[in-house]
């Protein structure tokens, strides 16, 4: 695995830059940027407003701060945005952005959601959902569909509490809905289908997160998510040398023009910073990193 520069310093030039330019909209019409540094300048204009993005990727390669940090600031540009949780507690939640050094403030809670408000201006709704409550539900209502259940469901795909609109919305994770089907692979299909569709009703720009292998050739056990979704961005955790080294990628994005290549990043307490104008180049899936070019500025 090597690490290279683009030629010419970057792929699409600084007209694509939202970075830099404190005034710049991130939600502009048919557009969304994450103005997460880097990161906007792998696409040509943006995402598509109103797509279904799936966030994929291996255990601690990136993928909940990614979400987070771009709602966070899709929040301080003045738009509510929900973090939808199926695993960790919103507290826990709260309090990791608390040290990437977001500037968040809580203004409510109640049981199993925190509201906070990013930079003085739009709000993050920070709630969790059992699994176990959606799996059980959806079996209810395939029961009443085929007429052996009497009793009124209301269908699960209430996740937005009444009254709050907001323009973004992440979900992490789909992989432990999955999971809470409990090889009810039919009901789970029906499940997404229908939760993709209810996200389009809405023409909310959803970030949908799933556990997959470290460098993925399939990136869910049914692929329904793959085939529904209308973005892919993988992100990577690739054992060099030394220590791992972080890439992102964007797989697919109907609609919009992008980098086809993997671009390096690093996390650190100020969030997530993505190597646009550099790339990892992988000579066989077991290979090593041999060369790593600007290191100092990769390490920063």
């Known amino acids: 695995m090597i690490i290279r520069t683009e030629p010419g310093g970057g792929d699409m030039g600084e007209k694509l830059s939202t970075e830099g330019r404190p005034h710049a909209k991130l939600l502009e019409g048919e557009w969304v940027r994450t103005g997460i540094e880097g990161f906007d300048r792998l696409l040509d204009e943006g995402i598509p407003s109103g797509s279904n993005i799936v966030v994929a990727g291996g255990p601690g390669c990136g993928k909940t701060i ?11 540009d003045g738009h509510d945005c929900i973090y939808i949780s199926m695993e960790e ?26 509201m906070v408000q990013a930079g003085g201006a739009g709000r993050i ?27 009124d469901i209301d269908i699960v795909l209430d996740l937005i509490p009444q009254g709050f609109n907001p323009s973004v919305l992440a979900m992490d994770s789909i992989s432990a809905i999955e999971t809470a089907f409990s090889g009810r692979l039919e ?6 289908e229908q939760l993709f569709r ?35 961005i993988v992100f990577y955790n690739y054992q060099g040398e030394v220590e791992r ?5 964007i797989f697919k994005l109907r609609g919009a023009s992008h980098a086809r290549r993997i671009a390096p990043m690093t996390i650190s307490n ?31």
Not at 187 to 192: A, E, G, N, T
Not at 212 to 227: H, I, N
Not at 245 to 249: D, F, L, T
């Open 66 to 76: 990614f979400c987070l940090q771009t709602l966070y600031n899709i929040a301080r």
């Open 89 to 114: 507690r919103p507290e826990r939640l709260f309090s990791h952005m608390l040290k990437f050094n977001f500037d968040i403030k809580e203004i409510k809670r109640d049981l199993d959601q925190i």
């Open 125 to 151: 709704l920070i709630r969790r959902i059992q699994p176990i409550f959606v799996a059980r539900s959806v079996e209810a209502l395939l029961e009443k569909a085929s007429g052996r259940l009497a009793v």
């Open 187 to 192: 009901q789970y299909r029906i499940y997404i």
């Open 198 to 232: 209810y996200f389009e009703q809405l023409r909310l720009t959803t970030f949908m997160i799933t556990e997959s292998a470290e460098a993925p050739k399939k990136l869910s056990k049914t692929g329904v998510e793959e085939f529904l979704a209308d973005g892919i």
């Open 245 to 249: 080294i972080r890439g992102v990628e």
């Open 270 to 300: 100020s969030g997530m910073r993505v190597f646009s104008e550099k790339y990892i180049k992988l000579k066989s899936a077991e290979s090593a990193v041999s060369a790593i070019v600007d290191d100092h500025n990769l390490r920063r």
